[in-house]
């Protein structure tokens, strides 16, 4: 009856343990895209800010807006595979996204239709800050 008791005990443990280690990793994923990024020039050889789109990421949520129709769109990540992520967009085809992309550690997103991935950057100088439209 001891050694059942025991080993019922460090089963429960090794649950707990587990489950916990799980719950971790995966805020880990979440958060590291999190912040404001910045469309840039290209993806090489030196990314420039373009400013003339944004990304705000928070956790599993991405707002993409353009200075072209100063509106913005609120989407959903799905994390796929390890650095492989999907924009779920309320209307519209997904796009994907890999992090890092380059030297530079980039955000590389790509649409269905576009001929490649346009990249960004995360918002280092203020001048790079999305505008208030964008709604972050």
Do not use: H
């Amino acid at each position: 009856m001891r050694k059942v008791t025991l080993l019922l005990l460090l089963l429960i443990s090794a649950c707990v343990l587990g489950c916990k280690g799980e719950k971790i990793a995966s805020e880990d994923n979440q958060t590291l895209l999190n912040g404001n990024w910045v469309l840039n020039y290209g993806c090489q050889p030196d990314p420039t800010p373009d400013r003339v789109a944004w990304l705000i990421i928070n956790n599993n949520t991405v707002i993409s807006c353009m200075q072209t129709t100063q509106s913005a769109v609120k989407g959903l990540i799905v994390k796929m595979s390890e650095g492989n992520y999907r924009f779920d967009w309320p209307q519209g085809p997904p796009s994907t996204a890999q992090y890092p992309v380059t030297q530079w550690s980039l955000l590389g997103v790509s649409s269905p239709g576009s001929s490649g991935p346009n990249c960004y950057s995360r918002v280092i100088n203020p001048k790079n800050k999305p505008p208030a439209y964008c709604g972050g």
